[in-house]
């Protein structure tokens, strides 16, 4: 054992022999600085998240870390006349509280947070979405919720690490006079080499997010003009 370390250890450390420069004490001490640096540096690297750039200096591109498609904006809106000014505010709260049930999708499902049945600002939800014959669940969070009755509404939903996509959704709900526009806007680039394959290529991927988007939307203002449920503003 006594052998092995000291081939191990520099020349500084060891007894006996000539004594080293302070030239030599010096250089050693660099070549030990550095290494000690670079084993930093490389720990640091490894337990950066994907995607996130670790560099000694401020980032030449620091954009380069994206590891998948460009984040792109699938937007949906719908504008819906109701018969008179009154009517339109009793759809349009009904609207606000169906969205806050999550009351969004036709395909996919949410899930709250145990005894929770309405979303809350920060609020953790689960997003169960079927893909090729199979239930991808994934965390979102509930980023931005914004209400002032009778005429403005918006939230907003955002993926957290534990997702397929990484982007966020936002619902808004306008009224001006009986007149009341819903938009659904879907920004999100789709997280890892197999799940973009699975999606069947980028052009089908954009095509279908986009009448994705504006399904959505229509679904949305379907709530305007439905029928009240038990418990409802009628």
Known sequence: LGARLSISIPKLFRTGGPHPSNSEV??????????GQLAVFCVRCCIAPTGVQVSTSWPKDPFKGQV??????????????LSDEKTAIVAFERFVKRVRLM????????????????????????????????????????????HR????????????Q????????????????KTVTVTFDKVQSLNGRAIRGLSGGKLRYETQNAKFAQETS?????????????????
């Open 162 to 177: 534990e997702n397929i996509v990484d982007g966020y959704y936002r619902i808004g709900g306008i009224r001006e006079g």
């Open 26 to 35: 010096n250089v050693q001490k660099e070549k030990i600085t550095s290494m």
């Open 68 to 81: 998948g498609w460009d984040e792109k904006v699938f937007r949906g809106k719908t504008v819906v006349g």
């Open 218 to 234: 229509d679904y949305l203002a379907s709530h305007l003009t439905a029928e009240a449920k038990p418990g409802e503003c009628v």
């Open 149 to 160: 009755p009778n005429d403005y509404f918006l939230t907003c939903i955002s993926a957290e």
């Open 103 to 146: 009351d969004i999708f036709f395909s996919s499902k949410v899930y709250f947070p145990e005894g929770k049945s309405e979303i809350e600002l920060d609020m953790q939800l689960a997003f169960a979405v079927p893909i090729d014959g199979y239930i991808w669940t994934s965390l979102e969070r509930v980023s931005v919720l914004e």
